[in-house]
């Protein structure tokens, strides 16, 4: 999501609002959305809400567009702290899939905002989410058209209003709650049904393996997530999960934006790819741990993201399929 976070969860499960349309209660559904949506809308400060890297205003009806989803550990999604998780989606329509980038949040990265290098989850507490997404924008040299930012306590809300979700837990743990009491939290290895509070607790712990592998967790999460979202069973339980979200997430979509993803719902064989940067961490001359992503790694991720958006390649060009100008 994920998490909480960063996630693709919260629009999607928006989306399948749209699926629902025809009966009373679908239209109180789209109606308490709508009403989100537009509460929880904010401006990122661009021109015409559109990246620097766009010749022209997208348009999700027709155009390949991407997201990032902003986690961040704070009640107030309006707060400008540091970003716990980054989720990074492109969206293509012909092919009707989407690409989910996971960013390690101690990833080295340059931020235009203060003009110099330091952790990308430093990027939100000194700019939000306009800082963030220029950041990445800087590092993959795609276009952001799009961001939801969520705090942990829609994520816990929204699992717990679908009854929870069935999730492989890779290894036994014992960690915090939502509230920093520790060692509330404790699961067993092996496939079971978890609640808000475990979900959030695998999303964010970091000492059982890396920062890369929770991210793999936080992307699975997510996809376990819509997945249980979209399911028949839940389309009673989405009212519970529209308020769940509800002043815990903000986003420059609007309504009709979002409503144009109902494509992406309604086709049963949409694929989902998770993705990953390759790196290394360790200690910088300034004392600081930090992950250094491969420059390999930055360069193939790249024109994936690209190329997914029906933008050129820059780095392999003997694989350019399309030479056309950045307007999608």
Do not use: C
């Amino acid at each position: 999501m994920p998490t909480k976070k960063k996630i693709i969860y919260a629009l999607l499960i928006i989306f399948a609002v749209i699926v629902t349309s025809g009966s009373a209660y679908a239209y109180h559904l789209y109606s308490t959305a709508e009403k989100m949506v537009d509460d929880n809308h904010e401006s990122t400060g661009r021109e015409n809400e559109t990246s620097k890297l766009r010749t022209e205003q997208v348009n999700p009806i027709e155009d390949n567009v991407s997201i990032l989803f902003i986690g961040i550990d704070e009640r107030d999604p309006f707060e400008q702290s540091r970003s716990d998780a980054l989720i990074l989606a492109t969206f293509n329509k012909a092919e009707k899939s989407i690409k989910l980038l996971s960013i390690p949040r101690d990833s080295y990265m340059y931020i235009p905002e203060i003009e110099r290098y330091t952790k990308v989850n430093h990027a939100h507490a000194y700019g939000g989410p306009l800082a963030s997404i220029e950041t990445l924008e800087e590092f993959f040299q795609i276009p952001i058209d799009y961001y939801v930012r969520l705090n942990f306590e829609a994520f816990v809300d929204v699992v717990d209003a679908l009854g929870g979700i069935h999730y492989d837990v890779p290894f036994q743990i014992s960690e915090m709650d939502s509230n920093d009491k520790a060692d509330t939290i404790k699961l067993e290895e092996g496939y079971q049904q978890i609640n808000g509070e475990e979900a959030l607790a695998l999303a964010r712990t970091r000492k059982y393996d890396s920062d890369i592998q929770r991210g793999i967790r936080q992307q699975e999460i997510i996809t376990a997530i819509v997945s249980k979202a979209t399911q028949l069973s839940s389309v009673l339980k989405l009212e519970d999960v529209l308020i769940a979200i509800g002043d815990n997430m903000r986003t420059n979509f609007t309504f009709q934006e979002i409503t144009s993803f109902s494509s992406y719902m309604i086709n049963s064989s949409i694929n989902i790819e998770k993705i990953n940067l390759e790196g290394t961490g360790g200690y910088l001359d300034n004392g600081g741990w930090y992950y250094q992503v491969e420059e390999q790694s930055q360069q193939e991720i790249t024109d994936q993201l690209r190329e997914h958006l029906g933008l050129p390649a820059i780095y392999n060009t003997n694989d350019l399929t399309d030479s056309n100008p950045i307007h999608p």
